[in-house]
T-cell receptor, first 112, second 110 residues
């Protein structure tokens, strides 16, 4: 079984809709992250959490919110989706001083 | 702030060596990483190097670090078609978030 899972894997939604992307991990890591990937822009950090009570904005947090429901779960919400939020979204966890990151398989989101 | 730069694309012939280059700006970087992303998948760590090292070798992979020039490279020996992927350079100070480059797409020509 995968250590970091994301649901859904693909989602099509309309402008203005609220959607939630979910991430679960069985690695027992405290640190979790949400990234988005766009062609030519690489991977950009949206939000990160170093433990259940810690939430931090990344470089592109506007238009997004997160919830860390438990050590194993970190969800990303788009309160009112817009077309330029069309992207591939990755959840990741990490451990240790060397911050090795373990990525989920990604959620492909299309906002019409 | 931290910045990591790498070229967008590299094409090599099967059996040749590939060298993917990266530069970074944060002189406090403690760990430097190479991640691989295959089509339709998330990123997977290939290797990392601690900043007090200048080279690390792991089978076909060789990582070179020039800390003075803030330059990191990944050499893949005897490149195979299965090495076709996007390769991300990244850096971290340790116990802190990681900054990724935009990724270099490696195309291996049979």
């Amino acid at each position: 079984d995968a250590d970091v899972t994301q649901t859904p894997r693909n989602r099509i939604t309309k402008t203005g809709k609220r959607i939630m992307l979910e991430c679960s991990q069985t690695k027992g890591h405290d640190r979790m992250y949400w990234y988005r990937q766009d062609p030519g822009l690489g991977l950009r950090l949206i939000y990160y959490s170093f433990d259940v009570k810690d939430i931090n904005k990344g470089e592109i947090s506007d238009g997004y919110s997160v919830s860390r429901q438990a050590q194993a779960k970190f969800s990303l919400s788009l309160e009112s989706a817009i077309p330029n939020q069309t992207a591939l979204y990755f959840c990741a966890t990490s451990e240790g001083q060397q911050e090795t990151q373990y990525f989920g398989p990604g959620t492909r989101l299309l906002v019409l | 702030g931290e910045d990591v730069e790498q070229s967008l694309f590299l094409s090599v012939r099967e059996g040749d060596s590939s060298v993917i280059n990266c530069t970074y700006t944060d002189s406090s970087s403690t760990y430097l990483y190479w991640y691989k992303q295959e089509p339709g998948a998330g990123l997977q760590l290939l290797t990392y190097i601690f900043s007090n090292m200048d080279m690390k070798q792991d089978q076909r992979l060789t990582v070179l670090l020039n800390k003075k020039d803030k330059h990191l490279s990944l050499r893949i020996a005897d490149t195979q078609t299965g090495d076709s992927a996007i390769y991300f350079c990244a850096e971290s100070r340790g116990y802190q978030k990681v900054t990724f480059g935009i990724g270099t797409k490696l195309q291996v020509i049979p």
